[in-house]
């Protein structure tokens, strides 16, 4: 049974920064699309960041620049390095894992989330 589990998640104050960790148990990080989403209430959850298995990296326009996603296979976790952190960036953060066969998701899994609160 593939298990995500978040971690980093704190209070910060604008400007700061946090890292996030994911940790992949029960398969290999290496074989999932990695991906850090965000949900703050009253909005949709929004896509952050995401790694590949072949390391192409995308990241959404608001953390362009920002933020930067990495994997460490020997770990067999994500991280999500977040910096000059705003107000914005206020909201619950999840990890996502997907699997491809060709190009279609033949599995899914997602972790708990940690939240993350930016304010002075």
């Known amino acids: 049974q593939v298990q995500l589990v978040e971690s980093g998640g704190d209070l910060a104050q604008p400007g700061g920064s946090l890292r996030l960790s994911c940790v992949v148990s029960?398969?290999?990080?290496?074989?999932?699309?990695m991906g850090w989403y965000r949900q703050s209430p009253g909005k949709e959850r929004e896509k952050v960041a995401e790694i590949t298995p072949g390391d192409a990296t995308y990241y959404a326009a608001s953390v362009k620049g920002r933020f930067i996603i990495s994997r460490d296979n020997g770990r067999n976790a994500v991280y999500l390095q977040m910096n000059r952190l705003e107000p914005a960036d206020t909201a619950l953060y999840s990890c996502n894992a997907v699997k491809f066969h060709s190009i279609k998701p033949v599995e899914s899994y997602w972790g708990q989330g940690t939240q993350v609160t930016v304010s002075s």
């Open positions: 029960g398969s290999e990080v290496s074989a999932y699309r």
